[in-house]
């Protein structure tokens, strides 16, 4: 079964509302979780490494008031869209990592539109 | 700038060929790849990793790793209907957290029965 879980699998959301994107690790502790975004037809894009107790690290480009990470415990980590757009419409999908560093799960993914 | 290079395709191939999936990277110092598999709007499935040179075998699967040719390669044997999907190269990254990938934009592989 999955160990990494993400919820909700997709969500619709009017223009300008913010969205909240769960991603659980269920039977280890992760205390390094990433997020991704993924255009159709295009690849996984790395968007922040979610950092347990800490402020994430966003990648170059990525606005971080504009994607609010939150990793409050070791099994949790949340993505907030603020303001959504219609360009913020895609696959996004989380990642931990258990182990030796060659162990990496991914969630199932969360699509989402903005309409 | 750290980047996974491959070939977008598509590859098409017939039932029980050999499809050949290729792969190059900038980060020298990437300390393993891997290879996932991705059916249209699911989340990417792990087929293998490799980090040593050389070969790596799993069933019909073939992983190969040149780090000097900064080269990674997947061979899919007696190659299935199932198989057709977006392969995805992916690098660890130098320094940091290993579980951080960069990925390639992937190979669509059309297996035809």
């Known amino acids: 079964g999955a160990v990494v879980s993400q919820h909700p699998s997709w969500v619709i959301c009017k223009s300008g509302t913010s969205v909240k994107i769960e991603c659980r690790s269920l039977?280890?502790?992760?205390?390094?979780m990433f997020w991704y975004r993924q255009f159709p037809k295009q690849s996984l894009m790395l968007m922040a490494t979610?950092?347990?107790?800490?402020?994430?690290?966003?990648e170059q480009g990525v606005e971080k008031d504009k994607f609010l990470i939150n990793h409050a415990s070791l099994t949790l980590s949340t993505l907030t869209v603020t303001s959504a757009h219609p360009e913020d419409s895609s696959f996004y999908i989380c990642?931990?990592?258990?182990?030796?560093?060659?162990?990496?799960?991914f969630g199932e993914g969360s699509w989402l539109t903005v309409v | 700038q750290k980047e996974v290079e491959q070939n977008s395709g598509p590859l098409s191939v017939p039932e029980g060929a050999i499809a050949s999936l290729n792969c190059t990277y900038s980060?020298?110092?990437?300390?393993?790849f891997f290879w996932y598999r991705q059916y249209s709007g699911k989340s990417p499935e792990l087929i293998m990793f490799?980090?040593?040179?050389g070969d790596k075998e799993d069933g019909r699967f073939t992983a190969q790793l040149n780090k000097a040719s900064q080269y990674v390669s997947l061979l899919i044997r007696d190659s299935q209907p199932s198989d057709s999907a977006t392969y995805l190269c992916?690098?660890?990254?130098?320094?940091?957290?290993?579980?951080?990938?960069?990925f390639g934009k992937g190979t669509l592989l059309t297996v035809n029965p």
């Open positions: 490799i980090y040593s040179n």
């Open positions: 979610s950092n347990e107790g800490s402020k994430a690290t966003y």
């Open positions: 990642s931990a990592g258990q182990g030796s560093g060659n162990t990496i799960y």
């Open positions: 980060d020298r110092g990437s300390q393993s």
């Open positions: 039977d280890f502790q992760a205390t390094t």
């Open positions: 992916a690098a660890s990254s130098s320094g940091g957290s290993n579980y951080k990938l960069t």
